[in-house]
């Protein structure tokens, strides 16, 4: 059951292009402190999905809102601050790691703290070095590292991530699995999670499924 009090709120969000449903209607919320995750086969709309909550792709039915507002009737740039998503394949900006960190303090006109950025580095198991090295450098895992750091620089309200611990080994994924749950319970974040790992389904409040039939997709949520 939904309120005008839910975080955030989905009621038949879909999305067709070019007359194929990519996305079947979907229903669901998130509220401060869950820790949902997003899972189902290649094709079932899990990627669109998390782009149409981020407000980076325009659902073509239903509608979405955050604390209660049309999220169409909120700005997209202070949305987009306190709904964060952060990619599967990440994307990083400027020269070195410290560009990318910095930014999010850059877009608030505020100074970025460099002592706080040393301890987001060492609680994801990067050196404090790591700040002056440049992004074409960076391996797999430490580009998703410090995307993921990027967008936890100012805690958002909602943070949705898209199989972000996919090119980790298993010590670092159960790394992040842990920071992420424990800013879920702590901080009260709400946290929509793509993934198909078990440790990571196991450590979630919420399971929602997305099936894909022949005629598009369909979530399926479970506790």
């Not at 194929?20 to 290649?42: M, Y």
């Not at 198991?125 to 074409?136: A, I, V, Y």
């Not at 090119?167 to 009260?188: C, P």
Request: hydrophobic residues 35%.
């Amino acid at each position: 059951m939904t309120t005008s009090t839910d975080l955030l709120r989905l009621q038949d969000v879909s999305f067709t292009l070019n007359n194929i449903p990519l996305l079947e209607p979907v229903s669901l919320t998130l509220n401060p402190g869950e820790f949902t995750l997003l899972t189902g086969p290649s094709g079932s709309g899990k990627s669109t999905l998390l782009k149409i909550i981020a407000s980076l792709q325009t659902p073509t039915g239903g509608k979405l809102w955050f604390k209660g507002e049309d999220i169409s009737q909120i700005l997209p740039e202070t949305y987009r601050q306190r709904v964060s998503y952060c990619f599967q394949t990440p994307s990083l900006f400027g020269e070195t790691v410290y560009d990318n960190l910095a930014l999010p303090y850059q877009i608030r006109n505020k100074k970025p703290d460099d002592a706080k950025l040393r301890d987001w580095l060492k609680r994801v198991n990067l050196s404090e070095d790591m700040l002056t090295k440049r992004t074409q450098e960076l391996s797999g895992g430490e580009k998703q590292r410090v995307a993921l750091l990027r967008n936890l620089q100012f805690l958002p309200d909602v943070l949705l991530l898209d199989e972000i611990t996919s090119a980790l080994d298993e010590e670092n994924k159960t790394n992040i699995n842990e920071i992420i749950a424990s800013l879920a319970d702590k901080e009260r974040i709400a946290v929509l999670w793509v993934s198909h790992d078990q440790n990571e389904i196991r450590h979630a409040k919420h399971v929602v499924t997305l099936t894909r039939h022949s005629q598009g997709s369909a979530a399926h949520e479970s506790a």
